[in-house]
């Protein structure tokens, strides 16, 4: 077992790659009542093209990544939720674009938690009926977010982003596309997917690491796992231009939603490259669009936002975009003032104060950010995918320049590559 | 667990309650101020908040004190109100990082109570009242918020059922207050109504983290000098109405799901013994994914992908929430009363009461966890006017058996059944 300190954040990672090829990563945390632990997987809603050495070529139907999930709690023996209920657990998961988490919290009995975690997302368990049984339920789950105005202006401006590439898919697929899904599916996805080298271990919290570790390599000895090359994924050649520069999607709300933002042209970057592009650009629409900025503002004062108004970024290696907006009265206005704000800042460049106050920012809320668990945990996994160590945060933070977010200005706020998602009242 | 107490220290309707930790790198610091929930106070109460938090004498405008909260190494502010039983709450909250991991050794605990102080006592004034630019843009959100209800549908749902099952209690108002009250408000009333709450209404501040309480306190009573509060009264809010009859109230809407939510009384408040026991019945009932609702509505039934419930704490309310097809309304109204027909008759097995024992101990020890869920706790036991330490809690649930929940689930009654209904189908 190896361990890396981070002396200034007073936190100590214990580390270990096992015969498996599982990695797994244990944070003590000195103090806290609860552990918190997942079990993550490399696979999300946007590997649906994807073949095994040695095996086919397949394509799978959209949201099976999510149905997956569902069907991982559902052992032989009964459900996996009353075994950690049990000994006091609350577990959970989720399916992003690029992962699947298994994860749960306690406060006592952790290193059985601990196994059941493990043994469940090992142990898969698909019947024709299972299955069949869990249409039902994900197609409401899927109705629900039809409903939910947040979620739908959120993947309209990532549909009008892109142009084929599945990011623009629905994380739970439609309720045609799951109607498709078949236990052999599943089966042939959980093989591919859920193979130690393709998964994260990740415990954080009450725990003894030694200990924990020891018990972690004698689960994992008990079971067989053949070596797996690695899994080729395809995804289709995507534009680097916006699909679509505007959309708007009506439904029975009180304030019309309006998100927009920018597509990054460049993508296949990993690593530290990939790091500092997010922090660089995270500093950037801080600056821009936080309540300290004059052009937030400026939409106040115009009432054409509120505090619920924000910005963010993701960047993976295999897309990139800026999200920005929230709730207003008038979108075009809104777009019509960003747009002349923005253009004129283009123009002068931004703020050398303002930046160096941004980054005093940042630093603090990453400090807030590790008082929690939950953050610390999905947060490194996610990192550790894409190359980088979530750690190192701080030190790019410390590291970035006036020049380098300055560059990234220029790169990023691009006009051609802009578009705008509106969900809005019919009458209105 | 017995380290996480609280230094506190009452005054004249002033609490200040102090909680020394080295648990977390940031210090965390509220101030709650306690108001009757009622028509006449309402609306104002929302608004005040929120302009408070536009602007001071010393930081006018929200860039100017944004950019003060920023050079704070990012610290968060915000104001707003809650809802805690019949009584609204005003809350200011800021989390500031701890200067001992940061290479600046500037007095940031300090900084951050000088700076509450400041959006508390020192507010941006014009001609002797809030300044009108200020107080028109805030009704103007005010006003967006309350409408913008409607956008969450299983909020809108849950507030809908609210204001029908309580038509002549307090409890229906909305924390936000009555839309149609804000055109009134001008900023010479709104200034009037803010001098009264700070002399007036019980006030209590919180601070959390790696302080020395004496530090602590003594910067409170320095930046933040209330004297003479808590002279007016707040009623505790009542939590028993007996049932008459079973309401049933449905609305259309062109949604994909149907919100099918149920209200029912209990009878039981935060301070009285049977709670820890209402906290278990709800447990057993739909409080986790190992529930009888989750169990029967969604897994057995494939009906819903969330059937829940839970307790409005002060109003002793349990509110069951659940999203299906319009057209299984029958169905999922059948299979949930039979759920509470069984807890009445207190078919509870053995592993559904140890489940839930094991997982509301869990719940309430991870709250040790967050420093606004310690918080959150320790004042709303204030509120009931019965504190529970966390180990009396927990014994309250290990000792819990069937029959105790039996006899709470015979004082559950539906009072209430609201359906939010998709167009085309209930047709």
């Given at each position: ?5 981070y ?61 997956l ?14 075994e ?26 952790v290193a ?10 090992q ?31 959120y993947f ?34 959980y ?28 689960n ?23 699909a ?74 295999q ?74 945060r ?35 | ?9 009452e ?117 002797g ?21 409607i ?104 949604v ?76 999922a ?41 310690i ?20 014994d ?32």
């Amino acid at each position: 077992m190896k361990t890396k300190r981070y002396e200034r954040l007073n936190e100590t990672l214990y580390y270990e790659q096992l015969d498996n090829g599982l990695e797994v990563y244990i944070l003590p945390k000195s103090g806290f009542s609860k552990t918190y632990a997942t079990f993550t997987t490399r696979y999300g809603s946007i590997d649906n093209e994807f073949r095994v050495p040695g095996k086919e070529r397949l394509k799978v139907p959209d949201g099976i990544a999510h149905f997956l999930e569902h069907k991982m709690f559902e052992e032989e023996e009964g459900d996996v939720f009353a075994e950690f209920a049990a000994h006091g657990a609350s577990a959970n998961a989720f399916t992003s674009f690029d992962r699947t988490a298994y994860l749960f919290s306690s406060t006592q009995d952790v290193a059985r938690n601990v196994e059941t975690l493990l043994n469940f997302v090992q142990k898969p368990y698909f019947t024709d009926e299972n299955v069949e049984k869990e249409k039902g339920i994900i197609g409401q789950e899927i109705r629900m977010y039809d409903d939910d105005a947040d979620w739908r202006v959120y993947f309209g401006l990532i549909a009008n982003y892109y142009h084929h590439h599945p990011v623009k898919i629905d994380i739970a697929g439609t309720v045609e596309s799951i109607s498709k899904i078949t236990k052999e599916l599943l089966y042939e996805c959980y093989e591919t997917f859920y193979h130690p080298s393709n998964m994260l271990l990740f415990i954080v919290g009450a725990v003894e690491p030694e200990e924990m570790m020891e018990l972690v390599r004698q689960n994992q000895a008990k079971k067989a796992y053949d070596k797996q090359a690695p899994i080729e994924r395809f995804y289709p050649d995507e534009p680097a231009t916006v699909a679509r520069q505007r959309s708007v999607v009506h439904l029975p709300v009180g304030i019309p939603k309006c998100l927009f933002g920018f597509k990054d042209k460049q993508v296949g970057l990993t690593g530290e490259e990939l790091l500092k592009r997010e922090v660089a650009t995270e500093v950037l629409l801080d600056i821009l669009f936080s309540p300290s900025s004059d052009l937030y503002q400026k939409l106040y004062d115009a009432g054409l936002i509120n505090s619920g108004f924000g910005a963010d970024y993701s960047g993976e290696p295999q897309y990139g975009f800026s999200m920005i907006g929230g709730d207003t009265k008038d979108p075009d206005a809104l777009v019509s003032m960003v747009d002349t704000e923005l253009k004129s800042v283009l123009a002068q460049g931004i703020d050398e104060e303002a930046f160096t106050l941004s980054k005093k920012k940042k630093t603090g809320e990453f400090l807030r950010a590790l008082n929690s668990v939950e953050f610390i945990a999905n947060s490194f996994t996610k990192y550790r995918f894409g190359g980088t160590d979530l750690f190192a945060r701080a030190d790019i933070l410390e590291a970035m320049t006036f020049e380098d977010v300055s560059a990234r200005l220029k790169e990023h706020i691009d006009f051609n590559q802009f578009s705008v998602s509106i969900v809005t009242s019919p009458e209105q | 667990m017995n380290e996480l107490s609280f230094i506190s220290h009452e005054q004249e309707g002033i609490g200040v309650h102090i909680l020394p930790t080295q648990k977390f790198k940031t210090t965390t610091i509220l101030v709650h101020i306690q108001l009757p929930l009622t028509e006449e106070l309402v609306t104002k109460g929302a608004l005040l908040p929120n302009v408070l938090q536009r602007g001071t004498e010393q930081y006018p405008n929200p860039a100017q004190l944004q950019r003060h909260l920023d050079s704070l190494y990012g610290a968060i502010f915000n104001a707003g109100v809650m809802k805690r039983g019949e009584k609204q709450i005003i809350q200011l909250y800021l989390e500031i990082a701890n200067e001992k991991f940061l290479a600046d050794s500037r007095p940031l605990l300090e900084e951050g109570i000088r700076f509450l102080g400041e959006v508390l006592t020192r507010p941006l004034l014009e001609s002797g009242a809030f300044a009108k630019k200020v107080v028109e843009l805030e009704k103007e959100t005010l006003t967006k918020r309350i409408e913008g209800l409607i956008d969450d549908k299983m909020r809108y749902a849950n507030q809908r059922l609210t204001e029908e099952m309580c038509k002549e209690e307090p409890y229906r108002l909305l924390a936000y207050g009555i839309r149609e009250q804000i055109p009134q408000i001008t900023p010479e009333d709104l200034y009037a109504f803010y001098q009264d709450v700070l002399s007036s209404y019980p006030v209590d501040m919180y601070v959390i983290g790696d302080v020395q309480p004496d530090e602590a306190a003594s910067y409170l009573h320095k930046y933040i000098p209330l004297t003479a509060s808590g002279t007016k009264k707040v009623p505790p809010t009542t939590y028993k109405k007996a049932v008459t009859k079973e309401h049933t109230v449905t609305e259309e809407m062109s949604v994909a799901q149907g919100k099918l939510n149920i209200g029912m009384r209990t009878q039981i408040g935060y301070a009285d013994n049977d709670y820890v026991h209402l906290m278990m019945y709800n447990g057993v009932l739909g409080g986790f994914p190992h529930s009888k609702l989750f169990m029967n509505v969604r897994e057995k039934a494939s009906l819903a992908y969330y059937a829940v419930s839970q307790l409005e704490t002060q109003k002793g309310l349990c509110m069951i929430m659940s999203g299906i097809e319009t057209a299984n309304y029958e169905q999922a109204l059948t299979i949930i009363k039979e759920q509470l027909d069984m807890m009445k008759r207190g078919e509870i097995t053995d592993i559904e009461l140890n489940q839930t024992k094991a997982m509301l101990t869990n719940q309430l020890r991870e709250t040790r966890d967050s420093a606004a869920a310690i918080a959150s706790m320790d004042y709303n036991g204030r509120l009931s006017g019965r504190r529970r330490s966390l180990e009396e809690i927990l014994d309250g649930i290990s000792r819990t058996t069937k029959e105790d929940i039996a006899r709470v689930a015979q004082k559950v009654e539906i009072d209430t059944i609201y359906f939010l209904c998709g167009k085309e189908e209930a047709k």
